[in-house]
């Protein structure tokens, strides 16, 4: 029959379990061999996916690519194993570990199957009100405060350009640091959507111009929080 690679989605939110079609219940009961971005958060998952699925009946490996799991998934795909990938949250792959993985599987002629589940991404930009014909994902901005806001400054630019939407997340307890520089070095006719604790019980998504947030900005430390940036020309 031949390996398999199913891309497994989990959970955004702890809170976010109905986010999670039933179907993947089935495929993760087919797989053998499950590579994560982090065995124990996936073990936990499983469970609280169908408490009967027996959690050492697999083989685990850690989706490191410096530790030889590239190697354990070559053998893997040769020994025609059903492998699941499961990233930390969301879907493996989309601003998660995996794409390795699946580039390899590409590369050994291994069918690879994506599996329906939440992205913070798309849930996001669909919840914002913001282009999203045109739209662009940077992922985390850099730390430091000089180039962070410069970074902010060219994703603004970007924005204007090419009239696309500027998506990015940040560490949850440098959140409030992000809004701060966001306020300070943007356009106040700017927008920009936050959108917090998505697929949980408390979760909000507000699209505002830069002024209004500078108005009243909101306190997210420790929040799982994506960001939205759209400045019309």
């Known amino acids: 029959m031949g390996a398999t690679v199913y891309l497994i989605p989990s959970m955004l939110h702890e809170e976010g379990m109905q986010s999670i079609p039933s179907y993947i219940t089935g495929i993760v009961k087919q797989c053998q061999a499950f590579f994560v971005e982090n065995e124990r958060t996936a073990r936990r998952f499983l469970k609280i996916l169908a408490k009967e699925i027996i959690i050492d009946n697999y083989e685990w490996f ?80 850099p730390i430091r405060e000089h180039e962070r806001n410069k970074s902010i400054k060219d994703l603004e630019t970007d924005s204007v350009k090419n009239n696309s939407t500027q998506i990015f997340i940040e560490t949850p307890y440098r959140n409030n640091q992000m809004i701060e520089a966001l306020c300070k070095n943007c356009n106040p006719a700017t927008k920009l959507c936050v959108a917090v604790d998505l697929t949980g019980q408390n979760e909000w998504i507000k699209t505002k111009t830069i002024a209004e947030w500078q108005k009243n900005k909101p306190d997210i430390h420790k929040r799982p929080a994506i960001f939205l940036l759209y400045r019309e020309k």
């Open 62 to 141: 850690k989706m490191d690519i410096n530790e030889g799991a590239t190697d354990s998934f070559r053998k893997k795909i040769k020994e025609e194993k059903v492998i699941g990938i499961i990233s930390e949250a969301g879907c493996p792959g989309i601003a998660d570990p995996g794409q390795q993985l699946v580039a390899i599987a590409h590369e050994m002629n291994v069918e690879v199957k994506p599996l329906v589940g939440p992205n913070s991404i798309l849930l996001a930009l669909m919840a914002s009100g913001m282009n999203g014909q045109q739209f662009r994902f940077a992922g985390y901005l």
